[in-house]
């Protein structure tokens, strides 16, 4: 059992960790940046039909995402005004001395 986790601890210290790409941008990917990007088309390159179209349905994907999100924090900002309402009405009725 020691001479495993001496094999997994040295495994580990010698691989190094994958690198993240850092995003390409300060802002978040938008669906019309990723529909109407363009590739460069090489000799033995990818289908750029089946390029488009896996583009659009990820576009489509990420703007029912982004629709969701936009929903989930309108939502948020609503709970929240109900909630500092109630809290005032609550502190109206009980007066702290």
């Not at 989930?72 to 009980?94: F, T």
Request: aromatic share 8%.
């Amino acid at each position: 059992m020691r001479n495993l986790i001496r094999r997994l601890l040295r495994r580990s210290a010698t691989s190094p960790e994958p690198a993240v790409p850092p995003p390409s941008g300060p802002f978040p990917l938008r669906p019309a940046q990723i529909r109407e990007r363009c590739f460069n088309v090489r000799w033995h390159g990818l289908d750029p039909a089946e390029i488009r179209t896996f583009l659009h349905r990820v576009a489509d994907e990420l703007a029912t995402a982004q629709a969701a999100v936009a929903a989930v924090q309108e939502e948020n900002v609503r709970i929240k005004d109900a909630l500092r309402a109630w809290q005032s009405a609550q502190s109206a009725r009980y007066r702290y001395r």
